[in-house]
């Protein structure tokens, strides 16, 4: 009897432990893909906001450069204003995925973007030394930190 209780206590041990180590490693692998899942969709966010950018920043200085009230500058001007709706939304995307120091950096291209916008529509000239793409490096920079992208992982040996 003694070594059927013994027995039964062994079986009931190794059930457990075997229900507890397959649970957390299910619990792991559920989280692998849920993180993997959200990497995929931050990753893609900035990719579109950083082209949204660049086609807003286009419009602009092709407006900048028509003349003024001429169909060429309206048709810039009309793409330029789509381009930013596009952008505002790809930006409250972006803020509701990103970690804060994303968010930052995206908010100081935005604040070029909108100078780019005012000059093109005024026809004022660029300015002297234009910073859009030391600020869209920086994004880009803080968007590889917060996806986990080193260096090391892209670089070619």
Not at 57 to 85: P, V
Not at 128 to 155: F, P, T
């Amino acid at each position: 009897m003694i070594t059927q209780i013994v027995t039964l206590v062994g079986v009931l041990i190794g059930a457990l432990t075997s229900y507890f180590s397959v649970t957390m490693a299910e619990r792991a692998k559920h989280r692998r893909a849920l993180a993997t899942r959200w990497d995929e969709r931050k990753l893609n966010t900035y990719i579109e906001y950083a082209a949204c950018v660049k086609e807003v920043a286009d419009a602009s200085k092709f407006a900048r450069l028509a003349a003024a009230g001429s169909e060429e500058f309206d048709h810039f001007i009309a793409s330029m204003n789509e381009g930013e709706r596009k952008r505002s939304a790809l930006f409250e995307a972006l803020v509701l995925l990103a970690a804060a120091p994303v968010v930052s950096a995206a908010h100081e291209v935005n604040v070029v973007v909108w100078d780019m916008e005012k000059r093109a529509r005024e026809h004022e000239p660029p300015p002297v030394r234009g910073n859009l793409h030391e600020r869209l490096n920086e994004y880009h920079e803080k968007a590889r930190q917060d996806l986990g992208i080193n260096e090391e992982a892209w670089r070619i040996p």
